[in-house]
């Protein structure tokens, strides 16, 4: 769930750095096979050319992949979190660490509950569903009835509390899919500049071979 709510505090330290090594470690190839072309084509150097076009055509066809694959997962993977969120219900019987990840959620989105809004708090609705004066007339915001029990603590029967009406788990689902749109967009732009890079090396062997 951690990972879903993108916020580094609560990303394992490991998968971070091994994120950073990865995206060192494909800079640097991506670097490394860019200026074995560029060496190549000025010095016309059909063995520096061929090994280009070798490792462009591998990367090519691997950044397809992954991308198809990706696409493929998109609506399986949306399933399974939706099913995972699903289990932590009702969040008031939920762990510390799930009312504390939801709690954030509902901070930083202005929503309240995952699936169903404050009714999947049952009567334990938290400060953070709480809609501040300056939302409580638009139509952010919804009424839920308060619970016997914070009546007797001062706030009088029979009173209301306005709560964020947006439920939080359809704002993931929307940065879920925009994230991945962002990134298959990337591969694709990848994928194209990668394409006229075969090509142009192609031409420049073939005008090599027929020197």
């Known amino acids: 769930m951690g990972h879903v709510v993108q916020n580094s505090d609560y990303a394992p330290v490991e998968k971070r750095v091994e994120g950073l090594i990865f995206a060192y470690i494909l800079g640097i190839l991506s670097m490394g096979v860019s200026c074995l072309g560029i060496y190549g084509a000025y010095k016309e150097k059909k063995w520096a050319l061929i090994v280009f076009l070798v490792m462009m055509s591998l990367g090519y066809v691997g950044l397809l992949w992954v991308t198809v694959s990706l696409v493929i997962a998109l609506p399986k993977t ?3 979190k939706e099913e995972e969120f699903r289990h932590f219900l009702p969040l008031n019987e939920a762990s510390l660490h799930v009312k504390q990840l939801v709690d954030q959620l509902q901070v930083k989105f202005n929503c309240c509950g995952l699936f169903n809004g404050y009714k999947d708090w049952g009567r334990n609705i938290p400060h953070s569903c709480l809609c501040p004066y300056y939302y409580q007339q638009t139509d952010k915001c919804e009424a839920a009835g308060q619970s016997l ?7 009088g029967f029979n009173s209301t509390k306005m709560v964020y009406k ?3 788990f359809p704002v993931l689902k929307k940065l879920m899919l925009l994230g991945a749109s962002f990134v298959l967009g990337i591969s694709f732009g990848f994928a194209a500049m990668m394409l006229l890079g075969l090509v142009m ?3 420049i062997l073939y005008q090599t ?3």
């Open 78 to 80: 949306n399933k399974a």
């Open 149 to 155: 029990l914070s009546s007797f603590m001062g706030q």
């Open 166 to 168: 947006q439920s939080c």
């Open 201 to 203: 090396c192609s031409v």
């Open 209 to 211: 071979g027929q020197r």
